[in-house]
């Protein structure tokens, strides 16, 4: 166990120094910018696997705001926000490459469309929460993962999405997103005003809801899961 820790830790520090190199470079273009260079990998990707490219644009701009280096709290990675088993899982082994991480996360998405009967809503709510979660509160049953932790222990039945704050805020934003994007038909350069758009058309229950969690936490925003390196 000591003898695989240490080998990890060269690896860990290359991903780092990586990531906080592409920060710098990134730090001196707009969002409107970086989502015109990647446009062509979403596309691309999004065609190899037989998805809307909307659905995965969605996800990049709700994930990292197209941010090559970003970091969650809780260890995803890049602009897709990997969690390592879900990179090894797709063969990722540069989460913070946008080329690889936008492919591997249109492969992601494909899988959980074909799991989830093709049901955007619950993708990508597994997307965000896992697959498991959403399979749990599909069935009603309850889930143990590997660290102890028990899913669903009310054993409650919602259709898929998770009773969570975060993941039905997050399946709400993105529906919004990509149903506006299906109705224009393009995605137009500036997604921050159209965010603030689609904010103004959600239900009040939900922007009460995205007050909420504002105010709990600064550092935990809805419309966005990740932080950057320092």
């Not at 090559?68 to 990722?92: C, D, H, N």
């Not at 922007?207 to 969690?213: D, P, V």
Request: hydrophobic content about 40%; charged content about 25%; glycine content about 6%.
């Amino acid at each position: 166990m000591r003898h695989r820790l240490l080998q990890s830790i060269p690896i860990l520090l290359l991903l780092t120094t990586a990531a906080m190199a592409q920060v710098h470079r990134e730090s001196g273009s707009s969002l409107q910018e970086r989502s015109q260079q990647w446009e062509p990998l979403i596309v691309e990707s999004a065609n190899r696997y037989g998805i809307d490219a909307g659905i995965l644009r969605v996800v990049c701009f709700l994930e990292s705001r197209f941010r090559s280096g970003a970091i969650s709290p809780k260890g995803a990675r890049g602009p897709m926000q990997f969690m390592p088993e879900t990179a090894v899982a797709y063969g990722l082994q540069n989460p913070h490459d946008p080329k690889a991480a936008i492919d591997a996360a249109a492969h992601y998405l494909r899988d959980l469309l074909m799991r989830f009967g093709g049901r955007v809503d619950l993708a990508l709510a597994a997307y965000n929460a896992g697959e498991g979660t959403v399979e749990s509160f599909q069935s009603g049953r309850r889930l143990i993962l590997r660290s102890g932790k028990i899913i669903n222990p009310h054993r409650l039945i919602t259709g898929g999405i998770p009773p969570y704050q975060e993941t039905r805020a997050y399946v709400r934003s993105a529906i919004a997103l990509f149903a506006n994007q299906r109705a224009s038909n393009r995605w137009r350069v500036d997604p921050i005003s159209r965010a603030r758009t689609f904010d103004s058309t959600l239900s009040e229950k939900d922007r009460g809801l995205r007050r909420e969690n504002s105010d709990a936490s600064q550092s935990k925003k809805i419309s966005s899961t990740f932080i950057e390196i320092p």
